[in-house]
């Protein structure tokens, strides 16, 4: 009793001697909450968030319809930590994943372990307006990826993304940004990574990774960060634009999509290398709650099929060669109700035995604190390849302090 007692009291004092020293505000969609240090050594922000989503979807041979599946998941379940360390132009981002979904993909090149670790990063304002990465974090690749997946206008992200996306990496990221003059801005990202993704513990099996992205803002800068958020939450009072172009080459890749998809294996059991080139061009526009994104993605190996030298029979895996396209639009109205829709189509190489997809999505969102806490629905309508056709309905609710 007497330990038990002595601990609370601990637990208390600490607390009180935590808080006391908090100036930020705590409201909600801010983080749960926000501390930052009586001699401004260092901030904490703690955002925790989940997303609970219901999936029913039907297969459709051309006459009738196949009994329902059904699905009830917890599709992302995240801590969040951001702030600076020692001055405020040292930030930091740990983001922790907690969701089946988020932890999948150990094998013994992450030591087994599951993959907890989405973003560990230190950005560095080191001179004027460049920034220097060091850590995992998202490479600067398609809008769509690089858009938190708690600020999105559907249920999830199209099957360009995730079919030919870039996704995380470790290394070390350069960002600038140039004001040309008037409402004109460029930003240029350059990143050297590892090439494998995250949670990588093995050490760089193949060659690096290195992608450049340029950025274009001709009209000006989006308020609140808008370009890389969907749906125009604070409807633009002018037109803004935002068009991108990234080029990546992972040196002698060893997974099937760069530094995503799985590890492919030659006869002997040795890892297959070969190198992979990816490229995207979007753009993302906005003006007075109307919002339109586009993307255009196409990836291609130097040798597609993994097989032995000297030998002709390949073992099975092959680089998701192809090209990619998706656009979608939608409409804010003051309510904060929106309706959105979407096309997007992936035409794969012939090597990869992959069938064409093509993707039809109608949604409609109620933001009741921005994406902060939003419920949304959507339907979908995908034809595979003329083989079969598949409809989907699904419905979610995001809640991130």
Do not use: C
């Amino acid at each position: 009793m007497k330990l038990r007692i002595g601990v609370l009291m601990a637990f208390t004092f600490l607390s009180v001697n935590v808080f006391s020293q908090e100036i930020s505000d705590t409201k909600f969609g801010k983080g749960m909450f926000n501390f930052t240090a009586k001699d401004s050594s260092f901030s904490v922000n703690f955002a925790p968030r989940i997303q609970f989503r219901s999936m029913t979807t039907w297969n459709y041979d051309g006459e009738n319809f196949g009994n329902p599946e059904q699905n009830f998941l917890i599709r992302r379940a995240r801590l969040k930590f951001k702030g600076f360390a020692y001055s405020p132009k040292l930030q930091y981002k740990i983001e922790l994943g907690l969701s089946n979904r988020d932890i999948s993909g150990a094998n013994q090149f992450t030591g087994n372990a599951p993959r907890f670790i989405l973003d560990a990063v230190v950005m560095w304002n080191f001179y004027e307006n460049f920034e220097l990465w060091v850590g995992q974090t998202k490479l600067p690749g398609n809008i769509e990826r690089v858009i938190s997946s708690g600020n999105l206008e559907f249920i999830d992200r199209s099957i360009l993304n995730s079919h030919f996306n870039l996704d995380r990496d470790v290394g070390f990221q350069l960002r600038h940004l140039i004001h040309w003059g008037g409402d004109f801005y460029t930003r240029e990202k350059f990143a050297f990574s590892q090439g494998e993704g995250r949670n990588i513990t093995t050490g760089n099996l193949g060659g690096f990774e290195y992608t450049g992205r340029l950025e274009l803002l001709p009209f000006g800068e989006f308020e609140h960060g808008g370009d890389y958020s969907s749906a125009d939450l604070v409807r633009e009072e002018t037109p803004k634009l935002m068009m991108g172009f990234t080029y990546d080459f992972n040196d002698n890749a060893v997974k099937t999509r760069g530094n995503q998809g799985s590890y492919m294996f030659l006869s002997n059991n040795d890892l297959y290398q070969t190198d992979i080139t990816t490229t995207f061009l979007d753009a993302m526009f906005k003006y007075e709650g109307f919002s339109l994104m586009t993307e255009y993605a196409h990836r291609n190996a130097k040798e597609p099929v993994a097989m032995q030298q000297g030998e002709s029979t390949p073992t099975g895996d092959i680089v998701l060669e192809g090209n990619a396209f998706n656009i979608q639009a939608g409409y804010v109205f003051p309510s904060n109700y929106q309706i959105a829709a979407r096309y997007t189509e992936n035409s794969y190489a012939n090597v990869t035995g992959e069938a064409d997809r093509n993707e039809y999505t109608l949604g409609l969102s109620k933001y009741i604190v921005g994406h902060k806490l939003k419920v949304q629905t959507d339907f979908n309508y995908d034809t595979l390849g003329g083989i079969q056709d598949e409809i989907s309905w699904r419905l979610g609710f995001d809640l991130h302090f």
